[in-house]
T-cell receptor
């Protein structure tokens, strides 16, 4: 099993819709979870970090964490064409020298 | 006032050559990283330094040698470049946990011909 898994997509949603991105991880003791956005040809940019079970909201973005299910998700409300990018889920491993492991990313396309 | 800066942005070179990539951060972070992003866009950790000390060394060929002269700088030297080394290399930095969010440099596109 890969350490961090995501649906590769591409995920296409119409403008104004909710985009839902999912991520699962294998390290049960991980405590820190991150969502990054990467535009083509650019570096990853931090969108959200979440450390506790439940929801965390920041503007149009909501991160959800369920440690029992080893699942973290990102919801993007009122999706805009500018949200079209690859979204990377990242998990800080507590059992492997605190390294941050990235998932393969989900490509999101918001259709005007 | 760039937070994490790396140079050069593009590097085109022949097989067998030796090249270096430099990285500097002005965020006051104590941990710095090198990540490699291949053609499939998978971002994989290579090395991590904490206060100039190597703490993560993934299964990277010995041709790759990181050097951290101080906690604000982390350089990557690559010997005897191979075609398979072509990728985008990202430098990143973070505070130690808790938190530990990574902030990335703009990347170095390495093309080995």
């Amino acid at each position: 099993q890969k350490e961090v898994e995501q649906n590769s997509g591409p995920l296409s949603v119409p403008e104004g819709a909710i985009a839902s991105l999912n991520c699962t991880y294998s390290d049960r003791v991980s405590q820190s979870f991150f969502w990054y956005r990467q535009y083509s040809g650019k570096s990853p940019e931090l969108i959200m970090s979440i450390y506790s079970n439940g929801d965390k909201e920041d503007g149009r973005f909501t991160a959800q964490l369920n440690k029992a299910s080893q699942y973290v998700s990102l919801l993007i409300r009122d999706s805009q064409p500018s949200d079209s990018a690859t979204y990377l889920c990242a998990v800080r491993s507590e059992t492997s020298y605190d390294k941050v492991i990235f998932g393969p990313g989900t490509s999101l396309s918001v259709i005007p | 006032d760039t937070a994490v800066s790396q140079t050069p942005k593009y590097l085109v070179t022949q097989m067998g050559n030796d090249k270096s990539i430099k990285c500097e951060q002005n965020l006051g972070h104590d941990t710095m990283y090198w990540y490699k992003q291949d053609s499939k866009k998978f971002l994989k950790i290579m090395f991590s330094y904490n206060n100039k000390e190597l703490i993560i060394n993934e299964t990277v060929p010995n041709r790759f040698s990181p050097k951290s002269p101080d906690k604000a700088h982390l350089n990557l030297h690559i010997n005897s470049l191979e075609l398979g080394d072509s990728a985008v290399y990202f430098c990143a930095s973070s505070h130690a946990i808790p938190g530990g969010e990574l902030f990335f440099g703009s990347g170095t596109q390495l093309s080995v011909l």
